[in-house]
Structure formats: structure tokens, C-alpha cells
Antibody
Framework: EVQMVESGGGLVQPGGSLRLSCAGSGFTFSDHYMDWVRQVPGKGPEWVSRIRNKGDGYNTEYAPSVKGRFTISRDDSKDSLYLQMNSLKIEDTAVYYC???????????????????WGKGTTVTVSS | DIQMTQSPSAMSASVGDRVTITCRASQVIRNHLAWFQQKPGEAPKRLIYTISSLQTGVPSRFSGSGSGTEFTLTINSLQPEDFATYYCLQHSSYPLTFGGGTKVEIK
């Protein structure tokens, strides 16, 4: 079964840091782009960040709201994705989902696996 | 940023109804459009990708269409398990952006 399991969420004070992890299984993790998407309860999803696969240079992208504060990374030897979150703000409070992306270089798979599998999410609460 | 304007934001429908949800992009996004369904307490689930390709395992009553900047999700013969919130997503350019959502409720 293809799945992602997030961990690392919790309560943190404004200005603090947190590192989220995501473990993938049931598929060739290293082939895929990976994303983080967050959602405030009762609101729509918000894309946060992307890291491409090795074939596309592990290049990264960030939403303007987190650029310079968050860092996405991956360890393909551990089938794992990470999100280092620094200088956290109250508005970063949300459920954070790990999401599978394209399964080939330059998404030449026709987007067949683009955001097709989501984890259950981990909750981040930024509050004093 | 590309804005995705989704309508309606909410609707009431009956089992067996045909439901149409629209997403309008602020600029041309080619075929980089997906639709998701979300139920309370669950992660979004992909229904449609590249405008009209049906996700494996998704019932054929769901279909997508459109081009350029105007896209539609249609649910033929609404079933009880279809009452949920639906979102469109553009992935033509960064940042990726979701529509505001359409909540489909029971009439």
C-alpha cells in the first residue's frame, strides 16, 4: 500500500522552530517529487513547498508566505521528506500534509501521480 | 500568483442530482488543473488530473472538462458519499494555488 506518514507536529511559541518528517512507503520514493501542503481547519488547502527528484536536481520551490523561513529536504536512502520551519508565526498554525508528486523527471509521466497520495497530516500549533 | 476562483462556494443538492462546479483561473494554465474531494477530518483526495483524467478507483460519475482559464467538475447522479467539499488546483506556475472550495450539502 502506498502511504505517507507525517510526524513532528506540536505546540511551539511564536519565533520558535519545528522540524516535520514524512516517511514514504509502498512506492519508489526517490522517483517522485514531494510536496508539503497545509490547511487551517475550516479553510482550503495551501501549498507550502516542493522538492524535485534527483533527476531534476533536487530543486526546491516555496510559497511566498514561507520563503526564507522554511526549508524542505529529503533523504532518499531513508524514503523520507522533511520540513524545517523556523521563525514560526501564529499564521503558520495548520495541519501539514506530505503529498506525493510527479513520478519522473520533468513530470514526463503525464502527471499521473501528481498529488495523488496524501498523508493523514500532522498538526502544528504556534501560540504563546 | 494565479488566482483560482471557484463557484459556487456552497450548494445544496439531492441524491441523483447532476452537480456542476466551476473554477476560473486568472490566466491560462494549459492542462495543469486537478480536482480534489475532501471530507471532514480527512486529507484531500484527488479525483481528476490534467483537466479530465479520472484518478484510478474514482467512480465514472465524476468528470472534468474545460480549457484555458475555465474548468468544470461535474458529478452525475450525486450519491450520498459525494457530500463533501471540492477544490480545484492549478499547477501551471508557482506558487501552486487552490480554489476556495465548494461545499456540497444535502438538500
Amino acid at each position: 500500500e502506498v502511504q505517507m506518514v507525517e510526524s513532528g507536529g506540536g505546540l511551539v511559541q511564536p519565533g520558535g522552530s519545528l522540524r516535520l518528517s514524512c516517511a514514504g512507503s509502498g512506492f519508489t520514493f526517490s522517483d517522485h517529487y514531494m510536496d508539503w501542503v497545509r490547511q487551517v481547519p475550516g479553510k482550503g488547502p495551501e501549498w507550502v513547498s516542493r522538492i524535485r527528484n534527483k533527476g531534476d536536481g533536487y530543486n526546491t520551490e516555496y510559497a511566498p508566505s514561507v520563503k526564507g523561513r522554511f526549508t524542505i529536504s529529503r533523504d532518499d536512502s531513508k524514503d523520507s521528506l522533511y520540513l524545517q520551519m523556523n521563525s514560526l508565526k501564529i499564521e503558520d498554525t495548520a495541519v501539514y500534509y506530505c503529498v506525493r508528486g510527479c513520478g519522473s523527471t520533468s513530470c514526463s509521466d503525464g502527471y499521473s501521480s501528481y498529488m495523488d497520495v496524501w498523508g493523514k497530516g500532522t498538526t502544528v500549533t504556534v501560540s504563546s | 500568483d494565479i488566482q483560482m476562483t471557484q463557484s459556487p462556494s456552497a450548494m445544496s443538492a439531492s441524491v441523483g442530482d447532476r452537480v456542476t462546479i466551476t473554477c476560473r483561473a486568472s490566466q491560462v494554465i494549459r492542462n495543469h488543473l486537478a480536482w480534489f474531494q475532501q471530507k471532514p477530518g480527512e486529507a484531500p483526495k484527488r479525483l481528476i488530473y490534467t483537466i479530465s483524467s479520472l484518478q484510478t478507483g474514482v467512480p465514472s460519475r465524476f468528470s472534468g472538462s474545460g480549457s484555458g482559464t475555465e474548468f468544470t467538475l461535474t458529478i452525475n447522479s450525486l450519491q450520498p458519499e459525494d457530500f463533501a467539499t471540492y477544490y480545484c488546483l492549478q499547477h501551471s506556475s508557482y506558487p501552486l494555488t487552490f480554489g476556495g472550495g465548494t461545499k456540497v450539502e444535502i438538500k
